[in-house]
């Protein structure tokens, strides 16, 4: 029930397209939960057996075993599968090749057959889904079949595999591998000669992939990116598997018989990299329920090994690491990269981006989150459009997200290149199976067209003005105006020069050129951000409908809307031209554009025009954590749920304090700006007060913030620090645990400030009495302890005292590990406390500053009157 309320929830949503971690979380969840208990169950130790197994050493009159065991059957075992008769077998006593890299295979390609006319294997399968094809060819010599001269198409019943193949080259070796799903019990594979020739082929693996090797659905590499669904459509074939930083893998070292090469020839910057490997055992495959890595996927060998950034700490760590591979243009291509982070002495040390053919495809991809532990292998799928491959390579390159951060790294432990079939199932050409051409004939037709046109206009417009000439050069004012006769050119010059003068001016400084106007500046392209047009935003919201207001915001009102294709989205409009309005606009449309992170709310585009400021978002249709805690008539969150979300909006501020390219403080949390997605997964919003620190570690500012969840101390000194938004995340914390405001007038005034008053409370021992009820007899009294003392640590006076972000993350995860490792126990904290004083088991380091100070700040509203330069909200 679960699982479906899941799946529709994703129909909706992906129709959103630049969440890529989220969408790959959500990716991996429904398959994997779905197949967990067969992977399971029936290869507990990982091995796989495959219910398809054909092997054949075609051309031999013996069976075959290679070195890693495998046994290829003979010809004569095989004929039952063969539409023909004819029997021609070539071979040879062995072969002796220069230059040969040390194929394992090697006996396989000793003996061919070949066909001389249509021929066709048929397969019984037992067992539908995705088979393995791995062909082999190697042009033996021979007197009366020269076959390297042969041409001839390869097919399955649905898709081309090779057209008009020849192997010309007799020096290497020829190892085609496909992946492609069938879906009836016989499957077929034919072998088409062209006129006049022959084929031939020197042994043939057909064989059942598991189903959890490749999934429907990738994240498409075309900006902005979005969910890719279709794999199981697509035939695959493996161009590249290679083993980054380490040997390569021959088949008796994979559980699917798969070979990895090395990638010392890909590696274009080998000077900035080093190889890094660890023992094979210590590699872990994640069990959790939203991501499955089995040795299937790719074998410990493979994570074992990886390469990192050639020591970053001395060097100028400004590089990406970057592989570069030769495809064919005109495909797309799947692209999967393993990673396991091997280099790391901690977890959340590592963040690096990553990006192919210069798209950043994963900005910050945090290891440590995605797999909860070290040394556990991790994987992610991409497919680029044939648009995006240009030169016939694909360059893949993971880089340092922040080379300001004392560890900036980057590692790749291994890749797969995937070619794809094209919309003429075919992954050689444009022709069908049944020999229709498919390709982009319309286009070509027309730009035969448009050049045709375009010349015939070219050599009229010729004669033309030949014939003016002719008649000019007969008239009298001919000698006049011959010297002039270019001069008309020159003007059409100049004006180009100047006006693209401005036109480079203008973006260049937008500032001095508006002045102190506020018209934004924006070039084409701010970020992957898009432009709306006003008319396209009042169309999606029923012309700013107050019945579709989601909210009100720092800067203006928040609508739901609804564009053209479907997608929903939330609309912040302007309000009027306040100054604080527009300052924040402009402030949430740079930082926005530079972020990505899941923790961080998206921005889609915005809108400029008529003096209009309008910013467009991905919806968040769970909308403010807030709303969920009290204040409306919303089931209660379990304390695992509270903590995941505090958990994902630590990591959102996490990342802005340390992982952005520069450090951010985001000066306005609370629980409004931290908005739940229709997964209760936490979004940070509203960055209209955020301040990037450039140089120095605090800046100072002018006080802006909420009431409630201001840090006094930079109330005080007016230096602003991250440790400012720790207090505010602290205030976050203790509103989490007992669900009611962090302001409230109508309580006693002792009680009014929540900030004060839990640090009181706990210093009594009396906090516990403060939980929310409705969850207290619920929680863990360990998980309780951790979390309460990480919330009083937060809000310590002094900003010296309190923890960083990556602190308040720890202490979250262990507060969540200690819920979740036993979360019915009997003991809860009612139960615990009801005799004991809390403070007998909490070992708390007691405040000596007085906080009357910030009591009185913070709990009486008329003395904010009298302090002029803050700015509540
Ligand atoms: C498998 O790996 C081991 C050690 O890494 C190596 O000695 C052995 O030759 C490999 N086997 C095959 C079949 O490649
Ligand atoms: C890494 O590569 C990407 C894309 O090619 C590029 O945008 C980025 O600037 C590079 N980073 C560094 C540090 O060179």
């Known amino acids: 029930m679960e699982e479906e309320n899941k799946e529709a929830n994703m129909k909706h949503s992906y129709n959103f397209s630049p969440l890529f971690i989220l969408l790959l979380l959500h990716l991996f969840f429904i398959p994997s939960t779905c197949v967990y208990n067969s992977i399971t169950d029936s290869y507990s130790d990982y091995s796989f057996t495959p219910s398809v197994n054909y092997l054949i050493d075609c051309g031999s009159s013996f069976k075959t075993q290679l070195q890693d065991g495998r046994i290829f059957k003979s010809d004569r075992e095989t004929t039952s599968f063969l539409s023909t008769t004819e029997d021609i077998q070539i071979s040879v006593d062995s072969l002796n090749l220069m230059n040969l890299s040390h194929s394992s295979a090697l006996p396989l390609y000793e003996t061919a057959r070949v066909f001389t006319e249509d021929t066709t294997y048929t397969f019984y399968i037992s067992q539908m889904g995705r088979l393995w094809i791995r062909l082999y060819f190697f042009p033996l010599p021979n007197p009366t079949y020269n076959l390297s001269s042969s041409v001839f198409s390869v097919h399955t019943d649905h898709f081309v595999l090779l057209h008009e193949f020849s192997q010309s080259n007799n020096d290497s070796l020829v190892f085609k591998e496909y992946l492609v799903n069938v879906s009836y019990h016989r499957f077929s594979l034919k072998f088409k000669p062209k006129k006049n020739s022959f084929a031939f082929i020197n042994a043939i693996e057909i064989v059942s992939a598991p189903d959890i090797l490749v999934w ?45 090469e090395s990638d010392v020839p890909y590696n274009i910057f080998p000077q900035g990299s080093v190889s890094v490997s660890v023992p094979d055992k210590r590699i872990k495959y994640s069990q959790t329920s939203d991501f499955i890595v089995t040795p299937l996927i790719a074998p410990n060998s493979i994570y074992a090994t990886c390469v990192k950034m050639e020591d970053p700490r001395v060097m100028q760590p400004n590089f990406n690491l970057s592989w570069m591979v030769n495809v064919e243009e005109r495909y797309s291509y799947l692209i999967r990269m393993h990673f396991c982070d091997i280099v790391s002495r901690r977890l959340d040390e590592l963040y690096f981006n990553v990006y192919l053919n210069g798209i950043e495809c994963v900005s910050a991809l945090d290891l440590s989150y995605e797999t909860k532990a070290l040394s556990t292998a991790y994987y992610m799928d991409f497919v680029i459009g044939s648009s995006n491959i240009t030169n016939g390579t694909i360059v893949i390159q993971v880089g340092p997200t922040n080379h300001k951060q004392d560890i900036s790294n980057a590692i790749l432990n291994g890749f797969e290149v995937m070619k794809m079939s094209n ?105 992957s951000k898009r432009f709306f047009h006003f008319i396209e935003l009042q169309r999606a919201t029923g012309n700013f409908d107050e019945k579709k207001v989601l909210g009100v915001g720092g800067f203006g009102k928040v609508y739901l809307g609804t564009m053209d294709d479907g997608r929903r989205v939330a609309i912040k409009r302007g309000s009027g031209s306040s100054g604080q309005g527009m300052n924040e606009f402009i402030t949430e449309l740079n930082m926005l554009s530079k972020l990505r992170h899941r923790h961080l709310v998206s921005l889609v585009g915005f809108c400029d ?100 969840y201001l840090d006094p101390e930079y109330f005080k000194s007016q230096q602003l620090t991250q440790k400012s ?59 309780y302890k951790v979390f309460v003392q990480l919330g009083v640590k937060c809000l310590s006076e002094r900003s010296v005292d309190r923890p960083s972000m990556g602190d308040v993350l720890w202490n979250l995860e262990h507060a969540y590990q200690i819920q979740i490792a036993s979360p019915h126990v009997d003991n809860t904290i009612s139960k615990a406390f009801q005799n004991a004083n809390e403070s007998d088991i909490n070992n708390d380091n007691s405040h000596g500053v007085t906080r009357n100070e910030h009591n009185r700040i913070n709990s009486g509203s008329l003395v904010f009157s009298q302090i002029d330069n803050f700015q509540g909200r």
């Open 216 to 260: 429907d659905s990738a994240i498409q590499v075309t900006p902005p990116l979005k969910k890719f669904d279709g794999l199981m459509n697509s035939a695959l074939q493996v161009s590249y598997r290679i083993n980054v930083g380490g040997p390569m893998i021959t088949p008796g070292n994979d559980t699917l018989s798969r070979t990895w």
């Open 423 to 527: 919309s003429a199932d075919s992954l050689d050409g444009f022709f069908s199976v049944d020999g229709e051409y498919k390709g982009p004939s319309l286009t070509t037709k027309l730009m035969k067209l448009v050049a045709i046109i375009g010349f015939s206009f070219a050599v009229i417009s010729l004669l033309l003005l030949g014939v003016m000439y002719v008649k000019w050069l007969r008239s009298p004012l001919c000698l006049e105006e011959r010297k002039n006769f270019f001069s008309w050119l020159l003007p059409l010059h100049s004006k180009c020069n100047i006006s693209c003068s401005i036109y480079s001016n203008k973006y260049d400084s937008p500032k001095s050129k508006h002045g102190g106007g506020h018209s934004i500046h924006h070039s084409p392209r701010r970020g």
């Open 609 to 708: 025009e008529n003096s209009e400021m309008v910013l467009v978002y991905d919806y968040v249709s769970n909308g403010p954590f807030r709303s969920h805690l009290y204040g409306s008539n919303i089931s209660p969150l379990s304390w695992e749920k509270r903590l995941e979300i505090c958990i994902g909006a630590a990591r959102g501020l996490h990342y802005l304090h340390t992982g952005a390219s520069q450090s951010i403080i985001h000066r306005d949390v609370k629980t409004t700006n931290i908005l739940l997605d229709e997964n209760y997964v936490a979004k940070v919003a509203d960055f209209g007060l955020s301040k990037t620190i450039h140089d120095k570690a605090q800046i100072s500012t002018a006080v802006k913030g909420s009431f409630g």
């Open 725 to 783: 938004d720790i207090y505010s995340f602290g205030v976050v914390l203790f509103e989490v645990l007992c669900a009611r405001p962090v302001i409230c007038s109508t309580l006693p005034l002792e009680q009014a400030n929540l900030a004060d008053w839990v640090v009181k409370q706990h210093k009594s021992g009396m906090l516990h009495k403060a939980v929310d009820p409705r969850i207290a007899n619920t929680i863990n009294p360990e998980s």
